[in-house]
């Protein structure tokens, strides 16, 4: 194994095959259905890039993300933990905080933090950040939440939370915001709204592996 580039530690690539791997913090487990390898006395976890909106914007050649194995994260939408788990891998000296609203898929999330002592889940509404006010500023914030104000909600979180100097990572979902209008005229408009508040570094169509969605990376000044 080598790394896959040095903006991105604790991100890997094999020699001979294409994927993006993470070393498995818990060896032998599963969070979703990944392949698993090892190569010596560690263990690989495929990323992959068709399960989580990070990945696919990984594999279409993001170049950056801002996360570091020491990284304080704000997680906005965790869902059943996919790709907060491949976080969790790479901060082994940083910590996660977990925002989700759903009862249902919070349960099966819980069980995977049981395990993984770097995340801390918090059933909340994004919308809300008052909610989770606990939570403290970050390095990083990330949100992937198929909502109409998707913007906004980031916008809310980012004020409140994230450093001066950290990157906001924004998965955008089209549809959710307007299905009468085209993708790519969602995904200017969000271009023209974040760069009206804030910096964005790089950007990302997600085609094929995730249809109608961008990526944006933006930084606090």
Known sequence: MKQ????FPGI????????????????????????????GKTEY???????????????????????????????????????????????????????EFSPRVMRDFIFMCEKRKNIAPFLESANHPE??????????????????????????????FLKKGGFGLLAIKARSIDVTKKPKQIFKQVMDELNQKTTVVDYRVLDPYEKDHAFFVVKKK
């Open 4 to 7: 896959l580039n040095y903006k």
């Open 131 to 160: 909610d989770y006010s606990q939570v403290p500023q970050v390095d990083v914030l990330y949100q992937d939440i198929a909502q109409r104000d998707q913007v906004g909600i980031f916008m809310k979180n980012y004020d409140k």
């Open 45 to 99: 976890r495929q990323w992959d890039p068709e399960r989580s909106k990070l990945s696919a914007a990984l594999t279409k050649g993001i170049s950056q993300t801002g996360i570091n194995e020491d990284s304080l994260i704000l997680y906005l939408g965790s869902a059943s933990g996919t790709t907060v788990s491949h976080i969790s891998d790479i901060c082994t000296k940083g910590f996660i905080f977990a925002i």
């Open 12 to 39: 890997f690539v094999r020699e001979k095959r294409k994927g993006i791997y993470t070393i498995n913090a818990i060896p032998g487990k599963r969070v979703y259905d990944e392949r698993l390898f090892k190569e």
